[in-house]
């Protein structure tokens, strides 16, 4: 039987601390590279942008934060394909199923994960903010019931 060793690397609190940049996420990235470990960056966030986009600004990180650091040598960097962000799951397991069918998106900013929504084929999603607006028994938030008053 055959052992496979992978390892998933949750950005926050190893790769960074709010916007401070780790040495020792850096370093464990080199050694895993250098040991040819399979690796995936994971985050329950993504700011609303897509894997591509999250994996390039990660990767313009790990190059600043790797040279401020003194990080020398190979280390395989953050692409699409490496990246799971919170809502990396629609575009396999809900699109195919509800592209056609209202579901509520509840992540924010706003724009920016109903722009990843539509990209994955929720054409009828509906962000959180916007139903809250439409339905005023649904929150009592006073942003929301502001808006509500604003829009009537």
């Not at 992540?107 to 539509?118: I, N, Q």
Request: proline share 3%; aromatic share 10%; glycine share 10%.
């Amino acid at each position: 039987m055959s052992t496979r060793v992978a390892i998933a690397f949750d950005i926050d609190g190893v790769f960074k601390y709010g916007r401070e940049w780790s040495a020792d996420g850096l370093s464990s990235l080199q050694k895993a590279t250098q040991a040819k470990i399979p690796y995936v960056f994971v985050t329950n966030g993504g700011g609303g942008l897509t894997e591509a986009t999250y994996g390039q600004h990660l990767k313009e990180k790990v190059v600043a934060a790797g040279s401020a650091a003194g990080v020398t040598g190979d280390i395989a960097m953050p692409d699409e394909k490496r990246m799971i962000l919170s809502y990396t799951p629609w575009e396999s397991m809900l699109a195919g199923q509800y592209a056609n069918q209202r579901v509520m998106v509840i992540s924010d900013p706003r724009d920016k994960v109903m722009e990843v929504a539509r990209k994955y084929g929720l054409t009828k999603a509906e962000h959180y903010s916007d139903y809250a607006v439409k339905h005023g028994t649904v929150t009592n938030f006073a942003c929301f019931t502001s808006l509500r008053e604003k829009n009537n």
